[in-house]
C-alpha cells in the first residue's frame, strides 16, 4: 500500500491505487463503496469538464457493485450512453484485476435558473455542534471508517439515525480533486448509521448507491438523515436525505442483502 495521507494515488490514464484508508467494513481483503463512489465521481467531473456543456451538470448517479471490491489497483473508463445538448447519459465503469467490478451511471442535466419556485419538504438537519461522537458507527472494522469523524444525534435508534461525517483525508493524490467528490465519498457509509442488527449477528450489505441531487453540494460536512427498514425475505432499503451546511442536497437509496454472519 502507497503512503495513506490520502485514499487514493494517481497513477496517470485513469488508474488509482488504494491506500489502507480506503479499506472495507465487511472484509479485509476489500474497499469501502464509499471512497470508490467519491473516486468514481471524481473521475467522472473530470470528464465532464473535458468532453461536455458546462452548464450541464450531474442530477442523479447509481453505482452497481458486480462484485467484491478487491484492494487493489483500479481502472476506470467512461462512455457516453445517450448523447444530448441539455440531457445527457454516461457510464463508467471500474475494472479491478481484469474484471469489471463497478459500474456508475450518471445522468447529466442543463442548469437554469428556478430559484423562484425552489421549495422542498425535507426536515432540517440538527446543528453538528448539539450531536454527540457517533460510537456505534465508529465501532465499524475497516480502514475507511477508522478515518472519519462522526456526530450523531442524541434520539438516534436503530433504524433511524441523523448523523454528521467528515474526514480530514483528501481523496486522491496525484489530482486536484474535485468538490463533487469529495463530497460523494462519505455517502454510503448511510447503510451502517442506522443499523437494525449488530454486524456480529446479521450481514446487510447494500448492492448499490443511487444518489439524485437538488443542486450542487457545498463543503465536506455530510449530514445523513437515515432510516434503515429491513422486510422478511432477505432484502431490506435504506433511505437517506443527504444535507450539506447550508440544507438538502438530495436523496440516497440502498439495495440490501440481508443474511445471517458466518461469524
Known amino acids: 500500500m502507497p503512503p495513506a495521507e490520502t485514499y487514493f494515488v494517481a497513477h496517470g490514464n485513469d488508474r488509482y491505487e488504494p491506500t489502507e484508508h480506503a479499506g472495507g467494513a465487511w472484509r479485509d481483503d476489500e474497499l469501502h463503496l464509499a471512497p470508490v463512489s467519491g473516486l468514481i465521481t471524481h473521475h467522472l467531473e473530470r470528464w465532464r469538464q473535458q468532453h461536455v456543456d458546462a452548464s450541464l451538470r450531474f442530477s442523479r448517479i447509481t453505482f452497481e457493485a458486480l462484485g467484491q471490491i478487491a484492494r487493489d489497483e483500479i481502472q476506470l473508463e ?37 430559484a423562484a419556485i425552489a421549495a422542498h419538504e425535507y426536515e432540517p438537519m440538527p446543528a453538528p455542534e448539539s450531536c454527540e461522537i457517533a460510537s456505534s458507527l465508529l465501532d465499524w472494522p475497516g480502514g475507511f471508517i477508522r478515518c472519519i469523524n462522526a456526530r450523531q444525534a442524541p434520539d438516534a435508534r436503530p433504524g433511524r439515525a441523523r448523523t454528521w461525517i467528515t474526514s480530514d483525508l483528501p481523496l486522491v493524490r496525484g489530482e486536484t480533486s474535485q468538490p463533487m467528490a469529495e463530497y460523494v465519498k462519505y455517502l454510503d457509509t448511510a447503510n451502517g448509521i442506522a443499523a437494525r442488527q449488530s454486524p456480529d ?23 445523513l438523515d437515515t432510516r434503515v427498514a429491513f422486510g422478511a425475505q432477505g432484502m431490506g432499503v435504506t433511505s437517506s436525505v443527504m444535507h450539506d451546511i447550508d440544507g438538502p442536497v438530495g436523496t440516497i437509496a440502498q439495495s440490501v442483502t440481508i443474511r445471517r454472519s458466518l461469524n
Open 201 to 223: 449477528q446479521w450481514m446487510f450489505p447494500n448492492v448499490d448507491l443511487t444518489l439524485h441531487f437538488l443542486r450542487q453540494p457545498v463543503g465536506t460536512l455530510v449530514g
Open 78 to 114: 467512461t462512455t457516453v450512453v445517450r448523447p444530448g445538448r441539455t440531457i445527457e447519459l454516461v457510464e463508467t465503469v471500474a475494472t479491478i484485476r481484469g474484471r469489471a467490478t463497478l459500474r456508475a451511471r450518471a445522468w447529466l442535466l442543463q442548469q437554469s435558473d428556478t
